[in-house]
């Protein structure tokens, strides 16, 4: 066995985590902050890639561009979807669940409607499309480049909720929602920026894996299930879910290394129920009881 195809292996597990963990950000905030289980989270995935294919092909915008402006349009999307339906839903789980599969229906077809059924593509500066060489390992350098993404992402989010006046509101309305309040904190206000903030990182996920893959209306269907996965094996928070997203995609790549594509899944699925089965609150158990 030759260390360069094992050291190659290693990479690409890195690069599979960090597409995992960026699926996954979105969806963490959300669940964590207001436990809304938000079904059209693939969904607003893919208005991430059809907004940067729009801005890309109808306005010119250059793709680094696209990106965040992917944030704010998708953020806005969410802030109209929570203001206009989830508000109205919070503690009521199976509604809110069942709500947002409907939204995501909607948004689905709409997309469907406006472009159409045929796949999209987005245009990346050439060096984006290149891969360069460590020793006898190649390195594709957009994978490189989500990493890197990936990393700025959950640096600016453990800021955001650890160091900033924001952030000790979030944790506590999480923690005692009327408590919160009495201390003058909107716990209304809260939600709505969590979720738009949520939806916006699920908008720059769809701008880096319209890249990767192409652009469909169902192309989130592909990340939500395991956005999903990571989150509940994470048990909910930011660090379990890095911890999920990176052990996950290691061990799919070392998997698929040994065997194939498709069998290195079905472990990383039968491994994903096993530990449920005796760990189901997930790798991290929350603190505090969200009231």
């Not at 030759?2 to 597990?13: H, K, Q, R, Y």
């Not at 469907?112 to 245009?123: E, M």
């Not at 509101?169 to 904190?185: D, H, L, T």
């Not at 799919?252 to 005796?278: G, H, K, P, Y």
Request: glycine share 10%.
């Amino acid at each position: 066995m030759e260390f360069g195809s094992v050291l190659n292996a290693l990479i690409l597990g890195l690069s599979i985590a960090s597409i995992w963990l960026i699926a996954a950000l979105g969806l963490t905030i959300i669940y964590g902050a207001a436990g809304v289980i938000n079904m059209a989270h693939g969904a607003l995935i893919m208005l991430g890639a059809y907004s940067a294919y729009m801005l890309q092909h109808y306005v010119g915008v250059p793709y680094l561009l696209c990106i965040p402006a992917s944030f704010v349009i998708v953020a806005v999307v969410g802030l109209i979807l929570e203001r206009g339906l989830i508000q109205y839903l919070y503690n009521r789980p199976l509604d809110t669940l069942l709500a947002t599969y409907g939204v995501a229906l909607v948004l689905v077809q709409g997309v469907r409607l406006i472009f159409g059924s045929d796949p999209k593509y987005l245009a990346v500066p050439e060096i984006f499309s290149s891969s360069f060489m460590i020793g006898s390992v190649s390195i594709s350098t957009f994978r490189v480049i989500v990493l890197a993404v990936t990393a700025l992402l959950v640096f600016g989010i453990w800021v955001l909720f650890y160091k900033t006046r924001f952030g000790v509101q979030v944790r506590a309305v999480m923690q005692n929602k009327e408590m919160a309040a009495s201390f003058g904190i909107n716990a209304s206000r809260v939600y709505m920026l969590t979720f738009a903030l949520g939806a916006g990182l699920a908008g720059v996920a769809g701008s880096l894996f319209g890249v990767l893959n192409i652009v469909l209306p169902t192309m989130g269907d592909s990340y939500v299930v395991q956005a999903f996965l990571m989150v509940v094996v994470g048990g909910g928070s930011l660090a379990g879910t890095i911890i999920a997203s990176f052990a996950s995609g290691e061990l799919q790549s070392m998997f698929a290394f040994f065997t194939n594509d498709t069998f290195a899944r079905f472990l990383i699925f039968v491994l994903i129920v096993v530990f449920l089965r005796f760990k189901p609150q997930g790798l991290f158990a929350k603190a505090g009881v969200r009231r």
